[in-house]
């Protein structure tokens, strides 16, 4: 058996978008669980992303509510794999060294360990101490992007398949 991981990040509404996209909250309702890697801006925001996906982990970005009800670095393990989420709150110089080392720091030993971070607005992956990281951009094309992206994770037993999504609004 598989499982349908939606991961989205920088969804900035109201500051920066006014909704998230249908063909996102498409993917959020078919997924198994999903993951938000910051920045919702506002409890509404947050309460709209999880009304859609309750199974949901996510993370503290550097323009949320400092009392959101989430914490700065999540894991969740699903089948064989392990997601280590961070907002990579910070410069963009020295992010994915950054990011790369929350992800080393909170990897599993007995299982694979990709990391998932937000921040930039760009889709991303890149390798860092061995890990894989990813980078799904931001779900609303909020500024200073111009397209809406995600990402969908399969994971099936210890296998992990990512498919890039993304659309112009």
Known sequence: MSTRVAIISDTHIPSRASEIPDWVLDELDAADLAIHAGDFDTYDSYDRVQEVTPDLTAVL???????????????????GV????THGTGDIAGYEERVGGIVAEHAAEDRLTVGV?????????????????????TCTAADPATIAAMMVATVDGETLDIEKRQESV
Do not use: K, M
Request: proline content about 7%.
């Open 61 to 79: 970005g550097n323009i949320d509510p400092q009392d959101l009800d989430v914490p700065e670095v999540a894991t969740l393990d699903v089948e």
């Open 82 to 85: 392990r997601f280590v989420v």
């Open 117 to 137: 971070s937000g921040h930039t607005h760009q889709q991303a992956e890149w390798e860092h101490e061995g890990y894989t990281c990813y980078n799904p951009g």
